[in-house]
Antibody
Framework: EVQVVESGGGLVQPGGSLRLSCAASGFTVSDYGMTWVRQAPGKGLEWVSAIGGGVSGTYYADSVKGRFTISRDNSKNTLYLQMNSLRAGDTAIYYC??????????????WGRGTMVTVSS | QSALTQPPSASGSPGQSVTISCTGTSSDVGGYNYVSWYQQHPGKAPKLMIYEVSKRPSGVPDRFSGSKSGNTASLTVSGLQAEDEADYYCSSYAGSKNLLFGGGTKLTVL
């Protein structure tokens, strides 16, 4: 079965760090573009970051640029999101998703159930 | 960049059709054919319903259709069913490797 499963969320103090993981099964992470999307409690979806397939680059929303880093470990078939200098406004469910296998498109067809990140003192 | 604009709510009776709009600018919705629509039931992950304005992924009923005119994209749900009640989000590529989402529309089946 093609799926992604996020982990690594939790409670962290403002200014702290957290690393989210997204384990993929049924497909090879390095063959696809992948993304992180977050949803604050009771709010809408917000794109956070993306990484292209193969040797393509990494991309970030302005709200997280310089603080978050997206990466993947091909040997573990896993996507990561390293989050530093966390703020209360980063509190959200973080979803990992796979990009549709159509060149150039920015749509995501396989989503995980998400992992909750709470930034609070 | 601002989020795309969606109406906060929409409704229709079973069997009817309802259309949800998503308004952006010439820098996002109007500039690219990379508009997608997602359905999200409470407590669940989003599900891709439409991509590239009007394409349906495998398994999505043909009751769901998408279109675009200028800077506004639309999702139409025909033959409304109870299970269509959910939140719907549009998204659009906005250039410079940036993606925007709409604020979401809560669809109620009366």
């Amino acid at each position: 079965e093609v799926q992604v499963v996020e982990s690594g969320g939790g409670l962290v103090q403002p200014g702290g760090s957290l690393r989210l993981s997204c384990a993929a099964s049924g497909f090879t992470v390095s063959d696809y573009g992948m993304t992180w999307v977050r949803q604050a409690p009771g709010k809408g979806l917000e794109w956070v970051s993306a990484i292209g397939g193969g040797v393509s680059g990494t991309y970030y929303a302005d709200s997280v640029k310089g603080r978050f880093t997206i990466s993947r470990d091909n040997s573990k078939n896993t996507l990561y999101l390293q989050m530093n200098s966390l703020r209360a406004g980063d509190t959200a469910i973080y979803y990992c998703a796979r990009r549709v296998a159509v060149a150039g498109t920015w749509a995501f067809d396989i989503w995980g159930r998400g992992t909750m990140v709470t930034v609070s003192s | 960049q601002s989020a795309l604009t969606q109406p906060p709510s929409a409704s229709g009776s079973p069997g009817q059709s309802v259309t949800i709009s998503c308004t952006g600018t010439s820098s996002d919705v109007g500039g690219y054919n990379y508009v997608s629509w997602y359905q999200q039931h409470p407590g669940k992950a989003p599900k891709l319903m439409i991509y590239e304005v009007s394409k349906r992924p495998s398994g999505v009923p043909d009751r769901f259709s998408g279109s675009k005119s200028g800077n506004t994209a639309s999702l139409t749900v025909s033959g409304l069913q109870a299970e269509d009640e959910a939140d719907y989000y549009c998204s659009s590529y906005a250039g410079s490797k940036n993606l925007l989402f709409g604020g979401g529309t809560k669809l109620t089946v009366l």
